[in-house]
């Protein structure tokens, strides 16, 4: 009834009406049946098909209006909803794709429990140097099996994770520091951080030099991070509901619920964050685009008050090591505004006021770095010296004082219409290589050169 | 004559009742109906019928099957639901009333424009 130009036609109509949220499958089948049967009359009235298609088309009116018009029955189906059950029709269905989810959740959830066998409590050290390694080896073995890593790539992994249960277990332990904040704490800050971009090794399976990949999982990061954090209130509301429920029979759940669902839970939590991001990928959108968007003026007019208020009160900084730290969160705060709207910039728009808009709030933020810095120079001639802590923070401050200077740079050249915005993010995604180099550093290299002096 | 889309839409549910009352059909042969029923006067758009459909199925007034067509094609058709007869029965008693009471009134007042 109709020829190949037509059919051709119709698949092209089809494809425009299955971009439509609005318009699920069924929908278009429906509205596919509605178009070939006008055409079918048409044709029997005596048009050729090219024109039966146009003029049954053109009936049909706009693909905007019916989208409104269909919208208005089926507003549920503008809230993207995140199908648990297994998407119909996908290439895995059912169970088989919850698989290795459950069974990576599983093994961590056990895990974590092994050490008490051996009578470590979750109040020891141990935890402190370990937890890390407790959560993020099911995560890794989660993408090392969903993305059929090869062995080689496996065997990378099983050294990375064995280096890092050396470096906390062997050197920290034996080069407890006296301070407050010993060598010990810094790998327990060092470490996860250091275990996390050997868990990225395994994210983008094994392409480490891939650009693209690493922005993946830069992207990743910022989404599993809310995924855990939304994980972590649900289950907090879990357990206040557990103790109060409990508590009013009379029962005393709270070994259960410290030495088991706590535990139990927040490992789990992390293969399940893990899994969530890649299972809602294509369904909603990144939320960590969104809260850097929101955040970055608010950001912006902070650090741009804290100069000027600096510079008025003309008052010194009074250099602690809290404040060290303080001024590393807030370069990395910045840092992250900026990694996670350039992981969902389109990078051939034009420059825009908000790419402006972060420029600002990195020179503002690398004016107070410079001032912090003066500072604490001033202050390394004290009896304490060079203490692990501060070498660490400054280290730190360094890396991450070095990636926003050559930033601005970047962004002013993109702004100036000089360097196109792709440098930039090749920045970035190649100073990952750099933030796991330092973090290895400071697990390994600083018992030695710390403990054993 | 041009029917306000107030009208339309709220004689729509009646009539797809009404017509899937006789047997059941599909989206394009109601539009059809609905045509030569009005006189070319009703003219639906499928951006109104195919959401009135689905919005009757999930009230539960109309129950929809895929069935085959020449070959590979598959077309959805509608068939009314008992609960859809009660309620066609419904509306038709509340539109009843309504005309009555338009014709009462039409024929006690006289209109200037109406009396030629």
């Known amino acids: ?453 | 004559m041009r029917l306000t889309k107030d009208l339309v839409a709220a004689a729509a549910t009646p009539l797809v009742l009404a017509i899937l009352a006789k047997g059941e059909s599909y989206g394009y042969a109601i539009l059809k109906q609905v045509n030569e029923l009005s006189g070319g006067e009703l003219d639906w758009t499928e951006g109104m019928l195919y959401p009135l459909l689905h919005r009757l199925e999930r009230l539960g007034h109309v129950a929809s099957v895929w069935r085959e067509t020449d070959g590979a094609r598959r077309r959805r058709y509608y068939l009314i639901t008992d609960q859809g007869r009660a309620e066609l029965a419904e509306q038709r008693r509340q539109w009843t009333t309504v005309m009555d009471t338009l014709k009462g009134a039409w024929h006690t007042t006289t209109h200037p424009l109406l009396e030629a």
Request: charged fraction near 15%; aromatic fraction near 12%.
């Open chain 1, 1 to 453: 009834m109709t020829d190949d130009v037509v059919e051709g036609q119709i698949a092209q109509w089809r494809a425009f009406v299955q971009r439509r949220r609005e318009l699920q499958q069924p929908d278009a089948d429906e509205l596919e049946d509605h178009l070939r049967s006008t055409i079918a009359e048409l044709i029997e009235a005596g048009l050729r098909p090219d024109e039966a298609f146009l003029v049954a088309v053109k009936r049909m009116g706009g693909l905007d209006e019916l989208s409104r018009e269909f919208a208005r029955e089926h507003s549920d189906r503008l809230w993207k909803q995140l199908v648990l059950a297994g998407d119909t029709g996908r290439s895995k269905s059912g169970w088989l794709g919850w698989l290795p989810m459950v069974v990576c959740a599983g093994i961590a959830a056990i895990a974590v429990k092994v050490p008490s066998l051996f009578g470590v409590d979750f109040d020891d050290d141990f935890w402190t140097r370990n937890f890390a390694l407790f959560g993020l080896i099911p995560l890794a073995a989660f993408f090392a099996w969903t993305r059929r890593m090869k062995p080689l790539g496996i065997g990378v992994l099983v050294l990375l994770f064995t280096l890092g249960a050396v470096g906390a277990n062997v050197f920290a332990q034996d080069a407890r520091g006296t301070e407050d904040f010993s060598v010990e704490g810094l790998t327990a800050v060092h470490l996860p951080l250091a275990l996390w971009l050997v868990v990225g090794f395994a994210y983008v399976g094994g392409e480490w030099l891939s650009a693209q990949r690493r922005m993946d999982f830069i992207r990743f990061t910022g989404e599993a991070f809310i995924y855990f954090v939304l994980i972590g209130l649900g289950g907090g509301v879990l357990t206040g509901i557990t103790y109060a429920t409990f508590q009013a029979i009379g029962v005393d759940v709270d070994p259960f619920v410290t030495k088991w669902l706590v535990p139990c839970g927040m490992v789990a939590a992390v293969v399940v964050a893990g899994w969530l991001v890649e299972a809602k990928q294509s369904v909603v959108e990144n939320m960590a685009p969104v809260l850097t968007r929101l955040f970055t003026p608010l950001f912006t007019v902070v650090l741009i008050a804290l100069v000027v208020a600096f510079t008025i009160s003309k008052g010194g900084i009074d250099v602690t090591r809290d404040v060290l730290i303080l001024f590393n969160v807030v370069l990395i705060v910045v840092l992250g505004l900026i990694l996670y709207s350039i992981s969902a910039r389109d990078p051939m728009a034009k420059p825009g006021i908000f790419d402006r808009l972060q420029l600002a709030l990195v020179i503002s933020a690398l004016v107070i770095d410079v001032l912090v810095l003066i500072a604490v120079y001033g202050r390394t001639g004290d009896a304490f010296g060079y203490t692990p802590n501060r070498v660490a923070a400054l280290g730190l401050n360094v890396i991450l004082f070095a990636n926003l200077a050559w930033s601005a740079v970047l962004l002013g050249g993109f702004l100036g219409g000089k360097s196109p915005f792709r440098r930039l993010e090749r920045w970035q995604t190649d100073y990952l290589l750099v933030y796991a180099g330092w973090a290895w550093i400071v697990v390994f290299a600083f018992p030695p050169i710390f403990g054993y002096a």
